[in-house]
């Protein structure tokens, strides 16, 4: 098996949630800004160019969704069944880190990649901040509640690896106390502590990245 990755980036929910199931893996790190994600090589196994893709049991499997939930039915763990009372949220949970994590996307362009400086749009970063609030505040109603986001830890965790990382780079923790208390159990687990040591850390060189003025 081998994970192609990305230290900080999608490929964070698959590399946690190899560590969590405790599979047999190896890694081969790309890098987002050389062109190497637009080579004949890497498409072949990801078309349009995207981390994360994972080799398994002779393809290639592209989209960090599909192979959480692929590793989860392999292994028959970390995932309600199918007729279980969770398996809509555990769908839903799954889909709704995608929605945040292209806000992130969309944050990460702006603040991080795109030079220079004035390149940037402050109304799309004003707006993407504030839809990403949205989704945290649901999150954080939800965490209220709960240690996980289903009964108990499962893949759907997993899936928000790449968010934890980044969403309180842009958004105050302190706004978010559950969704924060909940990013600092996660984080504590050994498998993403391992996940972690392997896979590299974070890719953001500040604790947080303000707004500009404008
Ligand atoms: N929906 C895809 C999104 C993958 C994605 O956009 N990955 C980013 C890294 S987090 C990437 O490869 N970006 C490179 C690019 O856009 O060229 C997934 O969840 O796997």
Known sequence: MRLHHVPG?????????????????????????DGSLRSADFIAMSPAGRIPALEIDGRAIFESAAIVQYLTEREGRLAPPLGNG?????????????????????????HIFLRPESARSVPLMKLDTKRLGV????????LVS??????????????????????FRFLSAADYPAFAAYRDRMTARPA????????????????FYELPDG
């Open 146 to 167: 709960s240690d996980t986001l289903l009964s108990e830890f499962s893949a759907a965790d997993c899936m928000l690896g790449f968010n934890i990382d980044a969403v």
């Open 86 to 110: 969770e398996r809509a949220d555990f769908l839903e949970w799954i889909s709704f880190a995608e929605t945040q994590g292209n806000i992130l996307q969309a944050l990460n362009i702006q």
């Open 9 to 33: 980036s999608r490929s964070v929910r698959v590399l946690w949630l190899l560590e969590e199931l405790g599979l047999e893996y190896d890694i081969r790190e790309w890098s987002l800004t």
């Open 135 to 142: 989704t945290a505040r649901a999150l954080d109603r939800h």
């Open 192 to 207: 993403y502590q391992r996940a972690m040591e392997r896979g590299g850390a974070s890719m953001y060189a500040r604790d």
